[in-house]
């Protein structure tokens, strides 16, 4: 199933792509004979669909009547279109997600920095999430949707008084928290097992760093799904009124959701960087030594080399992020203020112009 190294006549063979890619198939690794039906595009576009037809039914999208418990037409919308965008951009993530997670995996191996042979139980366990995990996570989401439901809609609904809109927002509440407690879970766990993956397996070159950075890739898009997740609630704000409680809650989830699995992939390969550092410099510092006895019967080249190789190796960065990855999360960090803050403007400037006439 994983790709091998084997000996053979004394030489190490590098594993085949065959063997690789199936470390980890990833949903479009055969798009030509895929169906539409089958990639995260059209499930998520599919999805998008059924919530906006699902709210239009019910009275949530553009109502005729404004329900009990709203102060406007456009709050309701509002509310109606925050739901299905971000529940449908969930559903293309969690389809999705194979591709960022297999993508990692086949650079690691194909640079040598993973050996299938040596981590096999942790690259199996990339390819599934436990049962035992969907299932608190569907728990998990149940009752996250009942902190977000507002408490009068649930007074109606325990009293048989709901009304038709309110009652598909409280399914819409509690459908859209699933699918965001399961998207949590399972790409925190994809990075608790790239965190051993890092710490334990990994083969660290101090002197081709590069090839580590694929561990901050699946860290970089699962921070961009969060980020983009937070600045889609933004419409909310549609009624050009801005509503602090409606965010506190996404932000209380997103922020440690988002920093867990940014940060757990790098701590972990950081931990292998940092004991593989200590080990050279120590190595280097005894070869130094012993160079520096030996001066006055070997080259001085030799001593300075060493010399050029221990500084290269003390100033060798810890935290596998380039520039690229560095800038990705920076703008990653400013998508969800940056779309709150123009929901604040644009409440302002609408408040201006009607209170001018």
């Known amino acids: 199933m994983f790709g091998r190294v084997l000996a053979h006549n004394g030489e190490r063979k590098v594993p085949n792509r065959m063997s690789v890619d199936a470390l980890d198939p990833s949903p479009d690794s055969s798009i030509p004979r895929r169906r539409l039906i089958d990639s995260p ?7 998008l669909i059924a919530l906006l037809l699902w709210f239009w039914v019910s009275g949530v999208l553009f109502p005729s009547e404004i329900p009990r418990l709203w102060s406007s037409r456009l709050q309701l919308t509002g509310m109606g279109l925050t739901y299905a965008t971000i529940t449908a951009f969930l559903v293309w993530v969690l389809r999705y997600y194979p591709v960022p997670r297999g993508d990692l995996v086949r650079e690691l191996v194909d640079s040598a920095t993973l050996v299938p042979r040596d981590c096999r139980e942790e ?107 937070l600045g889609l609630t933004s419409l909310q704000a549609l009624d050009a009124e801005f509503r602090a409680g409606n965010f506190v809650f996404a932000l209380a989830f997103g922020i440690p959701v988002g920093a867990a699995n940014l940060l757990l992939p790098l701590v972990g390969i950081r931990r292998s960087v940092r004991c593989k550092k200590q080990q050279t410099l120590a190595e280097l510092d005894a070869a130094i030594g012993v160079a520096n006895r030996d001066l006055e019967a070997g080259p001085v080249e030799h001593l300075d080399h060493l010399v050029s190789l221990r500084n290269h190796v003390a100033r060798a960065r810890e ?13 990653y960090i400013v998508i969800p203020p940056f779309a709150w803050t123009g929901a604040a403007l644009i409440e302002i400037a609408l408040t201006r112009m009607l209170g001018s006439n």
């Open 41 to 47: 595009t059209a499930a998520g576009a599919g999805t």
């Open 123 to 229: 690259l199996a366990r990339l390819q599934r999430t436990p049962k035992y995990l969907s299932t608190a996570a569907t728990i998990g989401g149940l009752l996250c949707s009942l902190f977000n439901i507002h408490p009068g809609v649930l007074r109606a609904i325990f009293s048989f008084e709901v009304g038709f809109a309110n009652l598909s927002l409280a399914l819409g509440s509690v459908v859209l928290w699933i699918v965001v407690v399961q998207t949590a879970v399972r790409g925190i766990n994809t990075s608790r097992i790239l965190y051993r993956l890092g710490a334990q397996f990994a083969r660290v070159d101090l002197y081709q760093l590069d090839r580590l950075l694929p561990f901050a890739k699946f860290g970089t898009f699962s921070f961009m799904v969060v980020a983009v997740a």
């Open 319 to 331: 935290w596998p992020l380039n520039t690229t990855a560095l800038s990705r999360v920076g703008l």
